[in-house]
């Protein structure tokens, strides 16, 4: 099919951080021939955002925006500022305008913004990319490049996501349609409950050296440095996807709890065979991954 | 220093598994002029050992071992066969002939091999080297190359535990002197449960996908690859690692278990403050190790 972005002609990315940039920068390396204009309350941002040629226009203020140009809002800041930036704009916008989000949590927040914003319609789209390293400085043309990318909405506007989904697939990502409060269960699986496990897992490390007296972070073998990778990831974003999807990363942490006590008990009563059996499923499991 | 490798003239490798050969390659690589014996249970291996040259003679049986060339034995099998092996070779042992080992455990196996095999002296090594990957097929010269290698030496031969130290600092190895069972403090911190954790965070992702009917291993994004990739360890190696730190592991797994239900309790409460403090000290830790 050819490559059109969905028909889109003036992409408002809002919050121009590492996610934001790589999606302007994408959109230019594959051909879209439209505007980009980016929006930062950070002036310092959009000032890079403009010398890098990450976007077209800047501006720091709502109202500054020509908004008669926009056809497609991608909000990419964190998921907490997604409600009182929906009820800035609403008023702003054309009335074909479609808003759309990064976000990585969806559920509740999605029918939320669903209702904040109509007539407009709101596609929520979750890019299963990223890196430790943040800021617009760190933008990656490549970012979404053969990615899982997935899509929660809601209504029946099949055709103005059909808009959304192909903007997205031109620069190169495997999208995916997933209701919203399923897509929150399978991330806080997949990935908030790995985050809490690694965050908890370096916590634990400094606490038994202080119990110890012996620095353990100078024995940094064995697998460590690999699993604890993601507890560099950003305090704040994890704070607020903790917060936002509480209640499914609280299920997860807790089947997690049991997995883990099984475990425990397993070697606590030497259990030889229910040992081997925990570990080779999940051997198995892990190398069907790769 | 001149390259001597601790002066040894005939060295025995039992267990031809990736450690132990990767050993005698890097010997051979480094100019290592003595011999290398392997011995192990398994003929094809003994055979592989040969035909892939890690080896120079090859047994399948103790008694059939030259021993009167052998003066050091280094013992490279799983660590629940050793005290079995200490007590078969004691008596066809030279005089002179040295005792090591490559085991993950040390502490009380360390100080049972000591008695059992003295007048000889056993020193127990822990090279922090390895991957994945099993067998001598896939041995490799370049293992142990700078990286760190414990010895744990129980006694007073300082001057043979140097040797064996020799040995290995010669073939690149960054050695260090640790107590037994300080060895198992730390290694059960930094090794053992990172282990544990990651194989009962595939367990629960097994037991959430059989809950809720959606096969969560479809959707490995977020770090959850890098994450669990030590899930994919040998369950065997790993049950005996478990079960001969038993108390360590029991330990420190206790220690996570409270930093996870202080972070679940500071998510249950909403407690922004107290989870941001524990993300970014966990997060500053852990960037310090890059």
């Known amino acids: 099919m050819e490559k059109d972005f969905g028909g889109f002609k003036g992409i408002l990315v809002i919050g121009l951080g590492l996610i934001g940039g790589s999606l302007a920068l994408a959109l230019k390396e594959e051909g879209f021939k439209g505007k980009i204009y980016g929006l930062d309350l950070n002036p310092e941002r959009v000032k890079t955002g403009l010398k890098i040629k990450v976007i077209d226009e800047g501006y720091t203020n709502f109202k500054d925006v020509p ?12 998921v907490k ?20 989000d990064v976000g990585s949590v969806k559920g509740g927040i999605v029918l939320k913004l669903y209702d904040i914003l109509k007539p407009h319609l709101f596609v929520g789209v979750h890019p299963i990319a990223g890196t430790e390293k943040e800021g617009i400085e760190n933008a990656k043309s490549g970012l979404f490049k053969n990615a899982r990318l997935i899509l929660t909405p809601v209504g029946d506007s099949e055709e103005k996501v059909k808009k959304v989904e192909k903007l997205w697939k ?9 209701d919203p409060h399923v897509h929150d269960f399978v991330f806080a699986s997949v990935s908030h409950l790995p985050h809490a496990v690694a965050f908890a897992l370096v916590d634990s490390l400094i606490e038994l050296s202080k119990q110890s007296g012996i620095d353990l972070f100078k024995y940094p073998g064995g697998g460590f440095k690999d699993f604890t990778r993601i507890a560099a990831s950003s305090p704040v974003v994890w704070k607020d996807i903790f ?3 509480k209640s499914n990363v609280l299920k997860t942490v807790e089947v997690f709890q049991q997995s883990l006590n099984k475990l425990k008990e397993a070697i606590e009563k030497e259990d030889e065979e229910r040992i081997l059996e925990i570990l080779s499923e999940s051997r198995e499991k892990r190398l069907s991954l790769d």
């Not at 409600?83 to 479609?98: G, M, N, P, V, Y």
């Open 67 to 78: 908004w008669q140009n926009i056809d497609l809002v991608v909000i990419s800041t964190p």
């Open 81 to 100: 500022t997604f409600e009182s930036i929906a009820k800035s704009i609403k008023d702003f916008l054309r009335e074909d305008t479609i808003v759309s």
């Open 170 to 178: 031109d620069i190169g990502s495997r999208t995916e349609i997933m």
């Open 243 to 245: 917060l936002e999807n």
